[in-house]
């Protein structure tokens, strides 16, 4: 299965932009131009059917959240330097407090990305949690 569109989601809900049938560079410059603002959220979108796809949020101060989400699994990005019992605030679309360690940097995020572009599920050498772990 290869990645059916791209989507970079905006705050003002009109001048979002999806691409079908995404390259790999075009999923890498929506996600380079996140910023936490204007630019909040990209989506890659693999397999409606299955509910499966890769969402990340923020991009301020080179602050993400990365989930992928396969059926009726979710999986979160971790960072293994943050803590959970410290919390830091992202826009993503809205201000959110997230745990510090499901916040993490652009490459990873890349990182992850590229995995999940190229294998449609999430790279095995970063480090995962489920969902409301």
């Known amino acids: 299965m ?3 569109f791209v989507s970079l989601g905006c705050t003002d809900a009109v001048s979002g932009e999806q691409i079908d049938n995404p390259s790999w ?6 996600i380079s131009q996140m ?3 204007r ?3 990209v989506g890659l979108m693999v397999d409606d059917d299955r509910n499966m796809h890769m969402l990340i949020g923020g991009g301020e101060k080179n602050q993400y959240i990365l989930n ?3 059926d009726d699994e979710l999986y979160q990005l971790k960072n293994p330097n943050g803590s959970a019992d410290k919390d830091i605030r992202i826009f993503d679309g809205q201000g959110v ?3 510090e360690d499901e916040v993490v ?3 990873d995020v890349l990182r992850a990305a590229r ?3 190229e294998h449609n599920k999430p790279d095995p050498s970063l480090q995962w949690g489920q969902w409301g772990e």
């Open 35 to 37: 910023d936490g603002d």
């Open 2 to 4: 290869s990645v059916r």
């Open 25 to 30: 560079e075009d999923v890498e410059t929506l």
């Open 97 to 99: 407090e997230y745990p």
């Open 39 to 41: 630019h909040a959220e």
């Open 105 to 107: 940097g652009l490459a």
């Open 115 to 117: 995995w999940y572009f």
């Open 68 to 70: 992928i989400v396969d």
